[in-house]
């Protein structure tokens, strides 16, 4: 990457970083591409040069979301013990990136009544596809520990992993409704996986 390319680069991550600022602050509607240039000290003209609207910045920091949850899924490492320690590892890499990523979480819970529809459109069905990948992720975890022994084969890996994804949205979305606090997180996580385990772990013969 030459000198130029870096710069520019530098340039639209300094202004979506500054846009990301005003917008969980004052919301989407109210900040307009004058402000966002007066905060990284850019001139309408040069602005203008990276992004067109405000709705393309919008754009672009959704996709840096998703890099970052889709990187997440690729560098999750399993711990080599069992199914149980897989899960609650799972749970708790999943946890920090919603913590570390909330203030986002919360700005796209205001979305709704702030841009047009094609656009909330356009950004939720850039949500099914990452949680698709993030699906087969998961169907492949449970895939493995099905051929290992220690989860039910009676049952669909697609399904296993759906059902583990699930857990792990609800009891975010009880954290981000501010239902679960953090430090009961992790509490929560060892309950939520031994209902799981309850259901899913491979049963001995007889029992």
Do not use: C
């Not at 240039?37 to 990276?50: D, H, N, Q």
């Not at 393309?56 to 996709?63: F, N, P, S, T, V």
């Not at 997440?72 to 990523?101: C, H, K, M, S, W």
């Not at 094609?118 to 975890?141: H, K, P, S």
């Amino acid at each position: 990457m030459d000198r130029r390319t870096r710069r520019t680069a530098a340039t639209r991550r300094e202004i979506r970083e500054a846009a990301a600022r005003l917008f969980f602050s004052r919301g989407f509607r109210e900040v307009t591409m004058a402000d966002i240039g007066r905060e990284v000290g850019l001139s309408p003209g040069s602005l203008y040069y990276y992004f067109r609207r405000k709705e393309d910045i919008l754009r672009d920091l959704d996709a840096e979301s998703m890099r970052r949850f889709e990187e997440f899924l690729r560098t999750f490492q399993a711990p080599d013990g069992g199914l149980r320690e897989t899960v609650i590892a799972f749970f708790e890499t999943v946890f920090r990136f919603a913590r570390d990523n909330r203030d986002y979480f919360v700005f796209l819970t205001r979305l709704v009544s702030s841009v047009h529809p094609a656009l909330l459109g356009e950004i939720a069905q850039n949500r099914l596809r990452a949680f698709a990948g993030a699906r087969a992720f998961l169907t492949d975890v449970m895939r493995k520990f099905q051929e290992r022994g220690e989860a039910r084969a009676d049952l669909p890996a697609e399904e296993l992993g759906h059902l583990l994804g699930g857990v792990a949205h609800s009891v975010l979305f009880s954290w981000f409704m501010g239902l679960v606090s953090d430090d009961e997180m992790p509490r929560k996580f060892q309950v939520l996986t031994k209902l799981l385990l309850d259901g899913v772990r491979a049963r001995e013969e007889g029992r």
